[in-house]
């Protein structure tokens, strides 16, 4: 059974840092991952979706790299804004129409 | 272009009684599903559809019901609300899955059950 978890579950910086929210699967057969975005009181907003066949995709300041075998990805977030304060979720589509999500880090960057 | 639309955006029920949350998208998805999100459990998939008429169950199914009779409506039916249902549910659709389709979100309905 496919199991994805988030390291911290919440994370503080100062804002200009750049940052590293990390994701692991235990898994490795999968089809792509996705990286979200949730603010409060809100839906997902899909950032980055990686294919299993990729090692990484950029969207301007957010990097997401994926490493099947050792059944990682991060997501590189350059210069952090207090705009970039949300919940980050990472979540694996291993086939059989079933996404699997991990709970998430919360992220405060203190202006 | 609306997206993912939920309704409602807030309900309280007693226990025992039934409800729908409605759900529609407008980007001619295929793909569409249910999930709840729980503090520190993540999303859980509760039912999808690939398609209309098509629907099959995810991990937690057991007190919902759905169906799909067009491409644009993914109805969940609460059959007898339990306070264990009191969540925040989420649908999302995709043109696909398992490619480079990524899930578009509603902006969910919180539930509370007393």
């Known amino acids: 059974k496919q199991e994805v978890t988030q390291i911290p579950a919440a994370l503080s910086v100062p804002e200009g840092e750049n940052l590293v929210l990390n994701c692991s699967f235990t898994d490795s057969a999968i089809y792509n991952l996705q990286w979200f975005r949730q603010d409060p009181g809100k839906g997902l907003t899909s950032l980055l979706l990686i294919q299993s066949s990729q090692r990484e995709q950029t969207s301007g300041r957010l990097n997401a790299s994926l490493d099947k075998s050792s059944g990682r990805s991060t997501l590189y977030i350059a210069a952090s804004q207090p705009g970039d304060s949300a919940t980050y979720l990472c979540a694996v589509d291993g086939g059989g129409f079933k996404t699997i999500f991990g709970a998430g880090t919360r992220l405060f960057v203190k202006a | 272009n609306a997206g993912v639309t939920q309704t409602p955006k807030f309900q309280v029920l007693k226990t025992g009684q039934s409800m729908t949350l409605q759900c529609a998208q407008d980007?001619?998805?295929?793909?569409m599903s249910w999930y709840r999100q729980d503090p520190g459990m993540g999303l859980r998939l509760i039912h999808y559809s690939v398609g209309a008429g098509i629907t099959d169950q995810g991990e937690v199914p057991n007190g919902y019901n759905v169906s799909r009779s067009t491409t644009e409506d993914f109805p969940l039916r609460l059959l007898s609300a339990a306070p264990s249902q009191t969540s925040v549910y989420f649908c999302?659709?995709?043109?696909?899955?398992?490619?480079?389709?990524?899930?578009?979100f509603g902006n969910g309905t919180r539930l509370t059950v007393t």
């Open positions: 999302a659709s995709s043109y696909s899955v398992g490619g480079n389709s990524p899930l578009h």
């Open positions: 980007m001619n998805h295929e793909y």
